[in-house]
Nanobody
Framework: VQLQASGGGWVQPGGSLRLSCAAS????????MGWYRQAPGKKRELVAI???????NYADSVKGRFTISRDNAKDRVYLQMNSLKPEDTAVYYC??????????????WGQGTQVTVSS
């Protein structure tokens, strides 16, 4: 399974970016899909996660500004980021939990995409 993330870049404070992550390969079904981020010198943290049933959770720091969504037909997950702040600067990683036909789930990570928010 491969994950290809895109959509990162540089934006001024208050701006918006949309991240996209496409999964490909041997996938029977996808359970959770999520976005994590890691800023320099900090641990990787959960940003948002969406279950196969559509339940969504956000980190408190992004609630009301970020929106996660998924397209099950295309095996894609998106992160719409609005009202961006300098503290949102980080490498953003997509993550999915995949079944290959059994009840066991396997974790996969994208390569990371840089988001820089500065004036």
């Amino acid at each position: 399974v491969q994950l290809q993330a895109s959509g990162g870049g540089w934006v001024q404070p208050g701006g918006s970016l949309r991240l996209s992550c496409a999964a490909s390969g041997s996938i029977f079904s996808i359970n959770n899909m999520g976005w994590y981020r890691q800023a320099p010198g900090k641990k990787r943290e959960l940003v948002a996660i969406i279950t196969s049933g559509g339940t969504i959770n956000y980190a408190d720091s992004v609630k009301g500004r970020f929106t996660i969504s998924r397209d099950n037909a295309k095996d894609r997950v998106y992160l719409q980021m609005n009202s961006l702040k300098p503290e949102d600067t980080a490498v953003y990683y997509c993550n999915i939990a995949v079944s290959h036909g059994t009840r066991k789930l396997y974790d996969y990570w994208g390569q990371g995409t840089q988001v820089t928010v500065s004036s």
